[in-house]
């Protein structure tokens, strides 16, 4: 079946320093991932998206990269900010809708 | 643009009693709405999909007679939870999806906290 699934639930990292979020999936016939970021007591924030036909794509301080041999997903966040402070969620787009990974909590230390 | 919002935000209601969420696409007409629950600390799990005008399709496992799904406009979906009990306590969190914002993409709603006591 399809799955999301992300390696940490946890990531600390200084502030002004770069974050990399990372995510696996299984099923190789998904063709759209988005990354969400969600603060507390809030909904689910589009940051950014890529679709299977790209490997790399950039927004203001995001990077999505996709490999797809290994069916991988990470987000780069550079100079994290406190206000980055939140869970993130992958979700890739299946025949329907979409399925959430687990998520990883981003602290960020002063 | 592409700005979803709920109502009520939170509410707390008494066993036995029904509470309706609803949820709005303001600037933006949303041929397809999905609401989802969320436990503490967990993930978002998909309980139903609706599009406008046709009956919701529901996740295995999620009771159709117990949350009730109307996609009566292309702005607007509710979501009726019947007879609450404790454990249907949850963050419940929809979204939408429109043509012209892309074809894929959901925006989420900011969700609304149910308690039953």
């Known amino acids: 079946g399809e799955s999301v699934g992300l390696h940490l639930p946890t990531l600390s990292v200084q502030e002004g320093d770069n974050s990399i979020i990372n995510c696996a999936y299984s099923n190789s016939a998904s063709d759209y991932f988005i990354w969400y970021k969600q603060e507390s007591g809030k909904g689910p924030q589009f940051i950014i998206d890529i679709r299977s036909n790209m490997d790399k794509r950039q927004g203001q301080r995001v990077t999505v990269l996709l490999n797809k041999t290994v069916k991988h997903l990470s987000l780069q966040i550079a100079a994290t900010q406190p206000g980055d402070s939140a869970v993130y969620f992958c979700a890739s787009e299946g025949r329907r809708a979409l399925t959430f990974g687990s998520g990883t909590r981003l602290q960020v230390q002063p | 643009g592409a700005v979803v919002s709920q109502h009520p935000s939170w509410v707390i209601c008494k066993s036995g009693t029904s509470v309706k969420i609803e949820c709005r696409s303001l600037d933006f007409q949303a041929t397809t709405m999905f609401w989802y629950r969320q436990f503490p600390k967990q993930s978002l799990m998909l309980m139903a999909t609706?599009?406008?005008?046709?009956?919701?399709?529901?996740e295995q496992g999620v009771e159709k007679d117990k949350f009730l799904i109307n996609h009566a406009s292309l702005t607007l979906s509710t979501l009726t939870v019947t007879s609450a009990h404790p454990e249907d306590s949850s963050f419940y969190i929809c979204?939408?999806?429109?043509?012209?914002?892309?074809?894929?993409?959901?925006?989420f709603g900011p969700g609304t906290r149910l308690t039953v006591l």
């Open positions: 609706s599009n406008e005008g046709s009956k919701a399709t529901y």
């Open positions: 979204s939408a999806r429109g043509g012209w914002v892309g074809r894929d993409t959901q925006y």
